[in-house]
Nanobody, 124 residues
Framework: QVQVVESGGGLVQAGGSLRLSCTAS????????MGWFRQAAGKEREGVSC???????YYPSFVKGRFTISRDNAKNTLFLQMNSLKPEDSAIYYC??????????????????WGQGTQVTVSS
């Protein structure tokens, strides 16, 4: 049984930092491309970052330079370091896994397994 569990969310002031973690079990982690997505209240879910199993990364413009995705295949864990946070970064953040040798991008339908999400709130 595959489980994907996010942690590390919380309340932070604008300009602050948070580090999210995502642990996956029940799968061979280093066979999977991974992604971070977020959904703010009343908005569509959007992709935040993704990383291939070999470490190729992608960031959309609205987080580039502020967020860093990384993975530790030995620990089946994905990370998202978020710096210079803004109130508009407030959302539930989700981790997702997709079986692929290559980079998957930020299309949600490419990812098979999803976590329950962790809340990030940035106060102004």
């Amino acid at each position: 049984q595959v489980q994907v569990v996010e942690s590390g969310g919380g309340l932070v002031q604008a300009g602050g930092s948070l580090r999210l973690s995502c642990t996956a079990s029940g799968l061979t982690f280093d066979d999977y491309a991974m992604g971070w997505f977020r959904q703010a209240a009343g908005k569509e879910r959007e992709g935040v970052s993704c990383i291939s199993r070999d470490g190729v990364k992608y960031y959309p413009s609205f987080v580039k330079g502020r967020f860093t995705i990384s993975r530790d295949n030995a620990k089946n864990t994905l990370f998202l370091q978020m710096n210079s946070l803004k109130p508009e970064d407030s959302a539930i953040y989700y981790c997702a896994a997709g079986l692929s040798r290559w980079w998957l991008g930020l299309q949600e339908n490419k990812y098979t397994y999803w976590g329950q999400g962790t809340q990030v709130t940035v106060s102004s």
